[in-house]
Structures are given as structure tokens and as C-alpha cells.
């Protein structure tokens, strides 16, 4: 399977999104209101938005891709007290790559969960999406915009 990343690019296995510093020469600067007052170890806002451990988000991605898809597991802090995300990734068909001639059969807008986990900083986040976690041969019902996961 081929993980959110570079490939052939030594790196730190914990680690999922590189800093900006390491990664290109000319640094924009992002503000994000991030509310979060370190009582509560379960949910927090963004931009106005209220996420919580549990909710499904994208995610800020690497190269000029679409968005990554994660479920935000535990909040946690850095050194500096700020708040950072656990997250484990779900995948698009296209970014997981089985062997030579094995073909993934997936309907429109499905993602594969995986037990790929990182610790992302909070300005990763974009906003929040749903998905809808199905069983096999459940369709989604008409009418609902959202990824599906078997």
C-alpha cells in the first residue's frame, strides 16, 4: 500500500507531513484561531469550526493533490503547548497500489481505512467531511455527498 508521503525520501517513520521550512524556500504564513483550552481532551475549534476525537477531516496534503482523508483519534500538545492531532488515514483507490495486475474494485468516492497513524499539527486541518462507514454490499442511499468505507 503506498502511504501519504514521498517516495524514496528518508524519513522519520512517525512522522506523516514535513515542515514547511524543510520543504520549500519561500515560507507563506497561515493564520488559524484555533480555541482550545486544554481542560477538554476531546474536542476543540477551528476557525470556528467545533471538530472532536472521532470526526472525519481533510487534511492539508504534500504536492498539489487532492486532500487527505483521516479520522482524528486524540488530541495532544507539543513542547510548546500547542495542540496537535492524531489521525489515522484513509486512503483513495488511486494511492494504494496492490501488486502488478491485481485490479481494486471501489465505487465512486470510496476510501480504505488503514491502521497508518500520525501526529499532525493543527494547521494541517482544512475542514471537516463525512464519511459514511458501510457494510459490504450496503449501498449509499441517492441524494448523500460523502466518501464511503467498507
Given at each position: ?6 517516495e ?38 477551528k ?12 487534511f ?12 482524528i ?30 485490479a ?8 480504505f ?10 494547521a494541517s486541518?482544512?475542514?471537516p467531511?463525512?464519511v ?19
Open positions: 500500500m503506498l502511504m501519504h508521503g514521498l524514496g525520501e528518508n524519513r522519520t517513520p512517525s512522522r506523516h507531513m514535513w515542515s514547511v521550512s524543510s520543504r520549500v524556500s519561500t515560507i507563506t504564513t497561515t493564520i488559524v484561531t484555533v480555541d482550545w483550552d486544554g481542560s477538554s481532551t476531546n474536542c476543540f475549534s476557525d470556528g469550526r467545533k471538530m472532536s476525537v472521532g470526526d472525519c477531516a481533510l492539508k496534503p504534500l504536492h498539489d493533490s487532492p486532500p487527505l482523508i483521516g479520522i483519534r486524540w488530541l495532544t500538545t507539543d513542547k510548546e503547548n500547542n495542540l496537535r492531532l492524531v489521525v489515522n488515514w484513509l486512503y483513495r483507490p488511486s494511492e494504494i497500489r496492490l501488486g502488478k495486475g491485481i481494486l474494485e471501489a465505487v465512486p468516492n470510496e476510501v481505512y488503514s491502521f497508518h497513524r500520525d501526529e499532525i499539527p493543527t486541518l482544512l475542514h467531511c463525512k459514511a462507514f458501510l457494510p459490504k454490499g450496503v449501498e449509499l442511499p441517492s441524494g448523500v455527498s460523502s466518501f464511503v468505507c467498507r
